[in-house]
């Protein structure tokens, strides 16, 4: 990490909910993936979490699952340093500094916004303020590359105009950073309701698969899984979103092409392929669930780990902050 002949890398994941396949295969197996080509910086957002109400001692436990699941993945800190947000205060500074070049109506169109804001009686400054902290985020590291999934492209798109507009104001400051997306994976449906995306805000059983889930448990919801009357294998979102979504989860994890995947299946009934993609989805997530176990059964090295990882961004939020701060004239 902080390999300055590299590009850099920065995402994140909220330490809200369980950690779901959606997650894994729309962002961290890509991380994984390419870390070796990057300078990467792997945050646990926990100030986006607080955007909505949770209960602090499960929040602390939850951002510390976070990161052991990161490493459980195949992040290797040699290449990644893993950290919590909240503890590198620059980011909260910083988006303070950029709310007051952000205008309002930039985030009220934001769609996330909206949809998580219609689902509370009453809402927090913090929830439409979220994607100027997210900016923060990846603009405190001079970021290159956000790998993300779909649902994020709007908060980078917004990203890119904050830097932009910061830049156009007081002089070239910020790197503009590209959301990238993977080809497939990008955007996990929910099993129960395959129109909707796979959600860390659902607790109901059957809608998602959680990387901590026993085999048992993953199985049954795939067999459970809504499809359809049709009897095709088909990837077709608009008419089969149920078995579209199965097809890209086995798609996503076994790499295959959609044509090979196709007739793979064709003849075969729904029943089939819910068993391979069981079958796909456990073996894949067998060995991150041991190595899990495995470390989190020494508290004292995820604190140590994550107290390393914050020492080694520090310096670069710190430098990138002040940079700010001398262009708004707060410092000389
Ligand atoms: N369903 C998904 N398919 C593909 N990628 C996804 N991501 C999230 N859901 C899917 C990507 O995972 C990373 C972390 O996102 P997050 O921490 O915001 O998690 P979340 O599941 O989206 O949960 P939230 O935001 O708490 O709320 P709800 O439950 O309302 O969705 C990101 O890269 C994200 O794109």
Redesign the pocket.
């Known amino acids: 990490m902080t390999d300055t002949t590299k590009k850099r890398v920065f995402?994140g994941?909220?330490p809200?909910?369980n950690f779901?396949i959606?997650?894994y295969?729309?962002?961290t197996k890509n991380w994984v993936a390419d870390q070796h080509n990057y300078d990467n910086v792997f945050c646990i957002v926990d100030l986006h979490a607080i955007t909505l109400p949770q209960d602090p001692a499960e929040l602390y436990r939850k951002s510390r699952e976070v990161a052991l699941i990161y490493l459980a993945c195949g992040l290797d800190l040699e290449h990644c340093a893993i950290f919590i947000q909240s503890h590198i205060p620059a980011h909260s500074e910083l988006t303070w500094l950029l709310n007051c070049i952000t205008p309002l109506g930039w985030l009220e169109r934001m769609t996330q916004y909206k949809d998580?804001s219609a689902k509370q009686d009453s809402i927090g400054t913090g929830l439409i303020d979220y994607p100027v902290l997210m900016a923060s985020d990846i603009l405190l590291y001079d970021t290159d590359y956000v790998p993300?999934?779909a649902?994020?492209k709007q908060h980078i798109e917004l990203t890119r105009d904050v830097a932009q507009r910061f830049n156009h104001l007081y002089g070239d400051t910020f790197v503009i950073p590209q959301g990238t997306f993977p080809e497939a994976?990008?955007?996990?449906m929910g099993l129960d309701v395959p129109t909707m995306?796979?959600?860390?805000?659902?607790d109901k059983g059957g809608h998602a698969l959680n990387l901590l889930d026993p085999p048992k448990v993953l199985k049954k919801s795939i067999m459970r899984a809504t499809t359809d009357s049709l009897n095709n294998i088909a990837f077709d979102l608009e008419n089969q979103p149920g078995v579209t979504n199965l097809l890209t989860i086995y798609q996503t994890i076994t790499g295959q092409d959609e044509e090979s995947i196709i007739n793979q299946f064709s003849g075969q009934g729904y029943g089939t392929l819910k068993k391979q993609v069981a079958e796909a989805v456990i073996s894949t997530l067998e060995p991150v669930q041991k190595r899990y176990h495995e470390m989190a059964d020494d508290p004292s090295y995820i604190d140590q780990l994550l107290k390393d990882g914050a020492e080694r961004v520090r310096p670069i939020a710190e430098n990138r902050l002040r940079v700010v701060q001398e262009r708004l004239g707060l410092r000389k």
């Open positions: 995402s994941v909220q809200t909910g779901h959606g997650n295969l729309g962002a998580k993300v999934g649902d994020q994976g990008a955007r996990i995306k796979m959600s860390k805000s659902s």
